[in-house]
């Protein structure tokens, strides 16, 4: 088992900037992949970014070039530097592990952008 903690969400204006962390409670074997997912209200949950372990990016198109994610594999964590936020970015920030092709999930980050 491993457990995944968010931080890093809150409150900010349209066009602002947040940066959302994920920190797993021990290492991580490989294969593996890390990355986020959102869910609005109302809403599924929807994928945003993910890295593999290898360091290949992906990402939602309505993310692509405003959000970066990036991993400390020392610290066992990844991060989604999130600029020129819109209203529309508003969900709960989920973060997700993929280890030997099970899944884990964060409890969630709130994060409120407001026109």
């Known amino acids: 088992q491993v457990q995944l903690v968010e931080s890093g969400g809150g409150l900010v204006q349209a066009g602002g900037s947040l940066r959302l962390s994920c920190a797993a409670s021990r290492s991580i074997f490989s294969p593996n992949a890390m990355g986020w997912y959102r869910q609005a209200p109302g809403k599924q949950r929807e994928f945003v970014a993910l890295?593999?372990?290898?360091?290949?990016?992906n990402y939602a198109d309505s993310v692509m070039g405003r959000f970066t994610i990036s991993r400390d594999n020392a610290k066992n964590a990844v991060y989604l530097q999130m600029n020129s936020l819109r209203p529309e970015d508003t969900a709960v920030y989920y973060c997700?592990?993929?280890?030997?092709?099970?899944?884990?999930w964060g409890r969630g980050t709130q994060v409120t952008v407001s026109s």
């Open positions: 890295q593999g372990g290898g360091g290949s990016t």
């Open positions: 997700n592990l993929v280890e030997y092709g099970t899944a884990y």
